[in-house]
């Protein structure tokens, strides 16, 4: 599968930004898919995950009721609707596809999949 993260760009603080990933090939519904980000100097950071059926779904703190991940099967694509932005936000996002379906994994390398990344920039 390939993906493609759009949706990035210039936000305020406190502004809201919603990125999505479409994913060509087969199988999409069968995939559990994650976001993570990666800022200037850091390690990539894994943000939010949902498992292949939207019933599951995982959050890193800092994002937590700030974020939302969903995904339209019919649509193969994933969002993530990123409210009340700050600027320790600023970062790429990248989307990742993982083969297990039912497992919202927060670790990178359980992701086989990964797209090119979006930039998402905050300011104060």
Known sequence: VQLQASGG???QA?????LSCAASG???SRYAMGWFR??????R???AAITYNGRDTEYVDSVKG????????AQNT???QMNNLKPEDTAIYYCAADRRPTIATMTASDY???????QVTVSS
């Open 9 to 11: 760009g210039l936000a």
């Open 14 to 18: 406190g502004g809201s930004l919603r």
């Open 26 to 28: 087969r199988g999409f």
């Open 38 to 43: 990666q800022a200037p100097g850091k390690e």
């Open 45 to 47: 950071e894994f943000v």
């Open 66 to 73: 700030r974020f939302t991940i969903s995904r339209d099967n």
């Open 78 to 80: 994933v969002y993530l």
């Open 112 to 118: 086989d999949y990964w797209g090119q990344g979006t």
